[in-house]
């Protein structure tokens, strides 16, 4: 069965420095990526899709199916960016998310 | 326009009792999703309702668990016999009708604390 793996529970970076939250999945298809977001007091929200290819809010993922990654990027972390991130695949066009643990991000001042 | 609701948005219970979660997807949504949010774990996939087809129960952790869709809208969880370890959040989400990966819109969540 497929997997997703968030291996930081908790990431703390600097406002303006770069942010990555990395991502990685065990599948060997071709899979559909997903990142996730849960804003504090907020709902659940799709962020972006690797299909896409789309930057939203400043962030960036690019699959890389050598390594079966999909990290998160942002050049220059703000304040409003600290969040709980999920990264989620699916396969097969299946409506089934399988979500890694997640990661949440402190962005300081 | 209205997104997901989900009620109550916080539930607490007594180890034993049986406990029921509603979901009210968005209008003009078939698909609707019961996932179940534990602290420190991801988010699990539950059960699955789209239009009439039958639903995919395969994420339902023990038979405590049903779910049910009156009407295509309005969705039900219902967990029997409740136990500590069912304390969670559980959300649902809903889409439209189409490909599978159609983005999923979620609910605020309903918190279950089983005491």
């Known amino acids: 069965a497929q997997r997703v793996t968030q291996p930081e529970k908790l990431l703390s970076v600097f406002k303006g420095a770069p942010v990555e939250l990395k991502c990685n999945y065990s599948?060997?298809?071709?899979?559909?990526l997903f990142w996730y977001v849960q804003y504090s007091r907020q709902r659940l929200q799709l962020l972006l899709r690797?299909?896409s290819r789309e930057s939203i809010k400043g962030f960036t993922a690019d699959l890389n199916k050598g390594e079966t990654s999909f990290h998160l990027k942002k050049p220059f972390a703000q304040e409003e960016d600290s969040a709980m991130y999920y990264c989620a695949l699916s396969v097969n066009n299946d409506y089934k998310l399988s979500f890694g643990a997640g990661t949440t991000v402190t962005v300081r001042a | 326009g209205a997104g997901v609701s989900q009620s109550p948005s916080n539930k607490v219970t007594e180890k034993g009792k049986d406990v029921e979660l509603r979901c009210d997807p968005i209008s003009g949504h078939t698909a609707l999703y019961w996932y179940r949010q534990s602290l420190g774990q991801g988010l699990e996939f539950l059960i699955y309702f789209q239009g009439n087809s039958a639903p995919d129960k395969s994420g339902l952790p023990s038979d405590r668990f049903s779910a049910e869709r009156t009407g295509g809208s309005v969705s039900t969880l219902t967990i029997q016999r409740t136990q500590q370890e069912d304390s969670a959040v559980y959300l649902c989400?809903?889409?439209?009708?189409?490909?599978?990966?159609?983005?999923?819109?979620f609910g605020p969540g309903t918190r279950l604390t089983v005491l």
């Open positions: 989400a809903s889409s439209r009708p189409g490909r599978g990966t159609d983005t999923q819109y």
């Open positions: 599948y060997s298809g071709s899979p559909e």
């Open positions: 690797h299909i």
